[in-house]
């Protein structure tokens, strides 16, 4: 028992930070959403997705300036950036509606040189790879993962976001429940990008 509670010491941080209000704040409101809010607040280009991003260009920005891991923080970048492009569809939802048709787009195969996307979006994984491999990013991860506790209640929400979505979009429940849950670990993710890329508590420059 006492070995286990040490790992609990050790690995694990259950303090309240401010940045978990915005958590906190999205997570009380996500009934009152779903149950109040007409449909079209979930549609493509919406309310709720606008919002959304909003915050990811947050994280970006919070990634990119980060005083700590910089390698890492960057590769973090390319990663939400792909988030933002994918909220979007690639361009998808903001360039190809379909005349009359509500929350409707063309699809990629309807659209000239459309078929080009996957192996772009391919190869702009693939750079990201090699840059988190050849940068030593990876290196900055394992740092952080073997020396910084994990900040509990931060990455409970984020896990709560992702649930959500998952249940909504298997379900089919509706698509406010689908894109609040995805705003709630966009939300919790800026919490935790803030976290580690500017609280000195989180931070591994001095190991």
Known sequence: MKKFRNFI???FDFSFYPVLIFSLI???IVYPCVKFLPETFGYENGVIENIQMVVLALCFIFAITAKTSKKFFYFAAVVIFLLIARE???GRTVFFPVPGEVNSFYT???IKYGWLVNPLVGVYMACGVLYFIFS???LELWKIIKNVKIPVWNFMFLFFGIVIGEYAEKSGHSFILE???ELLFYVSLMGVIWLFA???KFSVEKI
Request: charged letters at 30%; aromatic letters at 24%; zero cysteines.
């Open 9 to 11: 010491d050790n690995h």
């Open 26 to 28: 999205v997570f009380a």
């Open 88 to 90: 979007i569809n690639y």
């Open 108 to 110: 990629w195969k309807e």
């Open 136 to 138: 030593k990013a990876w």
């Open 179 to 181: 894109e609040m849950g």
């Open 198 to 200: 500017f609280n000195k």
